[in-house]
């Protein structure tokens, strides 16, 4: 089986990695159509010998790869991811969206929420997880309850700052530490502290040493950071609806989410927690979710 896979770089070629790996007879080709002349043209080379091509994104306007996907009829997946939700739902209203490679592919999702949005543009997802962690718990207890955020320096706003600086006003005594960007346009207080961006693996080591982390945005896909978050034992207040988390749609039920999590982790000794790590080491185990997605995408080309 050979299988294209192009769409937002970071994802796809992270997936292509991880279905080679545990599929050495097949072939997993990344290819960044969006930023690459030389990448749009081996995918024109390859497409007659594949077997499937798989978009890292939905698309709801018009693609010339996708349109070569369609005319010779290869087998197409659509893994939506979150931006591309809500472009489709505001052309679906504005009656410019473009269905032909959602209705001629298979449609994946990894959230309740994105399951949501494609059903409101009369589509029929299938949930299809492919975002994996290696769970990486604390052994010790926490020095004091601290709060993490990743904030994108270029949409602070999306990413919930003027939430998360309404929420360290409240909570002077906690530490908030930012990460992903140096400097904030919303005044903040004095115990909210900038990180800027650091290597994945630093990243890792703070969430392992903090109690909670908050994922306050506007919309999402389905986050790496809240089950990073989640398999180093933390408690995540997020304002989409999931149910390893704490669900927080508004300033004050953050707070009130804030103020139930120091009294649960303070009950549990400021211990990690345990319990969850062991959920995530399960449900999100980079093999059987890379097993699952190569044994689903035979199906889909044996049909």
């Given at each position: 089986?050979?299988?294209?896979?192009?769409?937002?770089?970071?994802?796809?070629?992270?997936?292509?990695?991880?279905?080679?790996?545990?599929?050495?007879?097949?072939?997993?080709?990344?290819?960044?159509?969006?930023?690459?002349?030389?990448?749009?043209?081996?995918?024109?080379?390859?497409?007659?010998?594949?077997?499937?091509?798989?978009?890292?994104?939905?698309?709801?306007?018009?693609?010339?790869?996708?349109?070569?996907?369609?005319?010779?009829?290869?087998?197409?997946?659509?893994?939506?991811?979150?931006?591309?939700?809500?472009?489709?739902?505001?052309?679906?209203?504005?009656?410019?969206?473009?269905?032909?490679?959602?209705d001629y592919g298979h449609n994946f999702v990894d959230?309740?929420?994105?399951?949501?949005?494609?059903?409101?543009?009369?589509?029929?997802?299938?949930?299809?997880?492919?975002?994996?962690?290696?769970?990486?718990?604390?052994?010790?207890?926490?020095?004091?309850?601290?709060?993490?955020s990743y904030v994108a320096e270029n949409r602070q706003?999306?990413?919930?700052?003027?939430?998360?600086?309404?929420?360290?006003?409240?909570?002077?005594?906690?530490?908030?530490?930012?990460?992903?960007?140096?400097?904030?346009?919303?005044?903040?207080?004095?115990?909210?502290?900038?990180?800027?961006?650091?290597?994945?693996?630093?990243?890792?080591?703070?969430?392992?040493?903090?109690?909670?982390?908050?994922?306050?945005?506007?919309?999402?896909?389905?986050?790496?950071?809240?089950?990073?978050?989640?398999?180093?034992?933390?408690?995540?207040?997020?304002?989409?609806?999931?149910?390893?988390?704490?669900?927080?749609?508004?300033?004050?039920?953050?707070?009130?989410?804030?103020?139930?999590?120091?009294?649960?982790?303070?009950?549990?000794?400021?211990?990690?927690?345990?319990?969850?790590?062991?959920?995530?080491?399960?449900?999100?185990?980079?093999?059987?979710?890379?097993?699952?997605?190569?044994?689903?995408?035979?199906?889909?080309?044996?049909?």
């Amino acid at each position: 089986m050979r299988v294209l896979i192009n769409g937002l770089p970071l994802f796809a070629e992270r997936l292509a990695l991880q279905l080679k790996k545990y599929d050495s007879n097949s072939s997993y080709i990344f290819l960044d159509t969006y930023n690459s002349k030389w990448a749009q043209l081996k995918f024109f080379l390859l497409l007659p010998f594949s077997d499937c091509v798989i978009s890292m994104n939905g698309v709801s306007d018009r693609s010339g790869s996708l349109d070569l996907v369609v005319k010779w009829k290869k087998k197409l997946v659509l893994q939506w991811m979150g931006t591309d939700a809500l472009l489709a739902m505001e052309r679906f209203a504005n009656k410019t969206i473009d269905r032909k490679y959602m209705d001629y592919g298979h449609n994946f999702v990894d959230s309740e929420w994105l399951m949501d949005e494609l059903k409101s543009i009369q589509l029929e997802p299938e949930y299809l997880h492919f975002k994996s962690v290696e769970a990486s718990p604390n052994g010790h207890s926490y020095e004091k309850i601290t709060v993490v955020s990743y904030v994108a320096e270029n949409r602070q706003e999306f990413y919930g700052m003027t939430r998360i600086a309404e929420i360290a006003r409240k909570f002077p005594e906690i530490e908030f530490h930012l990460y992903g960007l140096n400097s904030s346009e919303t005044p903040t207080t004095k115990n909210v502290i900038f990180h800027g961006w650091v290597k994945a693996e630093v990243f890792i080591e703070v969430l392992r040493k903090t109690p909670v982390f908050l994922r306050l945005t506007d919309h999402d896909g389905f986050s790496v950071s809240v089950i990073e978050a989640l398999g180093c034992g933390c408690e995540v207040i997020m304002s989409l609806p999931f149910e390893l988390t704490h669900l927080a749609r508004n300033s004050e039920e953050v707070m009130e989410q804030m103020n139930k999590i120091i009294e649960k982790v303070k009950a549990r000794g400021m211990k990690p927690n345990i319990e969850m790590i062991e959920i995530v080491k399960l449900r999100y185990n980079r093999e059987t979710l890379a097993k699952n997605y190569i044994e689903k995408l035979k199906q889909i080309v044996s049909k």
